[in-house]
């Protein structure tokens, strides 16, 4: 069966140092997305990518960076990890980029990474 | 500017009965609207969607109403059971100039099933 994948499901790290979170998925899905989630403030767009080589910044991408080699992968970065980057994070994908209304933009997430920066 | 919020933090309900999830949004633009549902140490999952030239749509046990006049969103859980237990979220999507979609997410309905 086709999933979507998150590793490490919890990471705890220092103020200052690079963490990778990793997001693998087998449904060939064109458009991958990071969120982040917060109390009070819901699923937050961090980056997405539409395809191969395509990434583009969300509502709240400082401090992160993502890059698409290929289709399955998409991972994130945080550069430099800082305390407010405390969060979970969640990982999407999603088959269609222009599709209205017929289920096609529906997103599949992953699990999730918790991540505390201490 | 633009928001997706909930009425209602956390909505308990007896087991067996209906269950209402309201949600208000701000933005006329967007052209669709999703609910999902995240039960704890999950992602969420895709529980149903809706276009916005519809009014009502139902699906297996839940049916979602658009009203587009107050900008209201809704989703009704019939005859309501434990596994309901979750966090609901509403989302709503509009295009972008250029293509591309942006997916706005509200803040969440905690819904606790008491038995």
């Known amino acids: 069966d086709a999933e979507i994948t998150q590793s490490p499901r919890h990471k705890i790290t220092e103020t200052g140092r690079q963490v990778t979170l990793a997001c693998h998925q087998t449904?060939?899905?064109?458009?991958m997305f990071w969120y982040r989630q917060d109390l009070g403030h819901g699923l937050r767009l961090i980056h997405y990518?539409?395809?191969?080589?395509?990434?583009n910044k969300g509502e709240v991408s400082d401090g992160y960076s993502v890059s698409r080699s290929n289709t399955e992968d998409l991972p994130l970065t945080l550069e430099s990890a800082a305390s407010s980057q405390t969060s979970v994070y969640f990982c999407?994908?999603?088959?269609?980029?222009?599709?209205?209304?017929?289920?096609?933009?529906?997103?599949?997430f992953g699990a999730g990474s918790r991540l505390t920066v201490l | 500017g633009e928001s997706v919020g909930l009425h209602l933090p956390t909505l308990s309900v007896q087991e067996g009965d209906n269950s209402i999830i309201n949600c208000a949004y701000s933005?006329?633009?967007?052209?669709?609207f999703i609910w999902y549902k995240q039960e704890s140490g999950k992602g969420p999952q895709f529980i149903i969607d809706?276009?916005?030239?519809?009014d009502k749509r139902q699906g297996q046990r839940v049916t979602v109403l658009l009203n587009k006049t107050v900008k209201h969103l809704s989703l009704q859980i019939a005859a309501t059971q434990p596994g309901d237990s979750a966090v609901y979220f509403c989302?709503?999507?509009?295009?972008?100039?250029?293509?591309?979609?942006?997916?706005?997410f509200g803040t969440g309905t905690q819904l606790k099933v008491e038995l």
């Open positions: 809706i276009r916005s030239n519809m």
């Open positions: 449904w060939n899905h064109n458009n």
């Open positions: 990518s539409y395809g191969v080589q395509d990434t």
């Open positions: 933005n006329s633009a967007s052209d669709y």
């Open positions: 999407a994908s999603s088959e269609s980029r222009t599709a209205l209304g017929s289920g096609a933009n529906v997103l599949t």
């Open positions: 989302a709503e999507n509009r295009g972008l100039t250029g293509g591309g979609n942006k997916l706005t």
